[in-house]
DNA sequence: AGACACCTTGACTGGTTGGTCAGGTCTGCT
DNA sequence: AGCAGACCTGACCAACCAGTCAAGGTGTCT
């Protein structure tokens, strides 16, 4: 049984720990840091879960879903360039949407990935072999250029990720002006001319 | 005057906390691993740096240079294309050859570039800037496509730094093998098609 | 209202970590 | 050899941090 409290006081803190976590790395972030943002004692955090360790768990299990459902909203029975395309125009509203989310496995990834679960990870390259698969068909179709499908997932991720990853380092460079400016447009032509035929 | 000692610890100790630094972050390295690595005591690394900060500090700022020789080494007079297309495969050698100076920058600007003064900022703006205009009198000249030469830069960075940064993502989905494998190509060709006029 | 489970917290603990210091050792020079 | 200054370290400290606990407060159901 999970009473509303619970939903309620559980949701404030995955909030929280998302806030702190994407901003300082697991290691950089402190309970009292969350417990400050989240409005709640650190006990009390502890009384929701087990650890901190358990608290970054729950935040990437419960995001890796969300992070990949671009993905899986791919249709196999769309035009490919369509298809990638949309999939492109998808991660890069996911960038602006969930910056924090973004740099919270970004954050993971950088050092190693040490607390992505086997189970995770394996559920991920499933996931991207299958859409590998799908590019090579759109390919053998003659749907899209002949390119390496992994490098064209691995180069829609670095460029769409990137505006929210770095975003302080392009903040400088653009005096502080939004950084995702003028970015949907470039990546449309950029992504046009890889994919056509 | 700085004694063969001195020298040859400093680097020692700059050496192992590249290492340390880049794997786990600022505040997830400690000056234990750095004593660790560099085979020295903690209180000798204390001896040569005032703190770990001043450690972190001396790392950027002697990497910073080494960091952008590519992009200072592009050459107003050659080629547009040419050039650009040079740029990005000095930076894909980058992160063959220097991953864990990839990281160790990776981490800072991922975390808001806390620990990167005014001054490292400025330069690299100026630095951009340049390069930015130089871009776009080569669009002037017909030479290359009409693309933001700023989007351009930050693409090249994205492209070829992911490989270096997300290496363990990658090695997950490509079961191990070398992440770089194929990138050359792919990059080759993705660049050859968005710089065409 | 009363009972009971659920929720909350101040005070604490044990371990870690950046940094200090007094005193020791080594090196290069004369 | 002997000396000065550079180099090095064990022992220590204060701050920080994840996690514990006993005690009290609060919501809910009858």
Chains 1, 2 share one sequence.
Do not use: C
Not at 135 to 145: E, L, N, T
Not at 174 to 197: I, Q, T
């Amino acid at each position: 049984m999970t009473t509303r409290i619970q939903r309620r006081n559980r949701r404030k803190i995955l909030d929280a720990a998302l806030e702190v976590f994407s901003a300082q790395g697991f290691r950089g972030a402190t309970l009292d840091q969350i417990a400050g943002v989240a409005g709640l004692s650190k006990p009390n955090l502890l009384y929701y879960f087990d650890s901190k360790e358990a608290m970054h768990r729950a935040l990437l299990d419960e995001l890796l879903d969300i992070w990949l459902a671009p993905l899986r909203a791919m249709n196999p029975e769309g035009d490919g360039r369509a298809e990638i395309m949309a999939y492109m125009r998808r991660k890069l509203q996911m960038s602006r949407e969930y910056p924090r989310e973004s740099r919270l496995f970004a954050n993971e990834v950088l050092q190693g990935a040490p607390r992505l679960g086997d189970e995770i990870s394996g559920d991920l390259k499933t996931l991207v072999d299958e859409t590998a698969a799908l590019i090579r068909r759109w390919i053998k179709a003659g749907q899209i250029a002949r390119i390496d499908p992994y490098h064209l997932i691995f180069s829609i991720w670095a460029l769409t990720q990137h505006y929210a990853d770095f975003d302080a380092q392009i903040r400088m460079i653009r005096d502080g002006a939004d950084p995702m400016d003028g970015a949907e447009p470039y990546l449309e032509e950029l992504f046009d001319r890889l994919l056509k035929p």
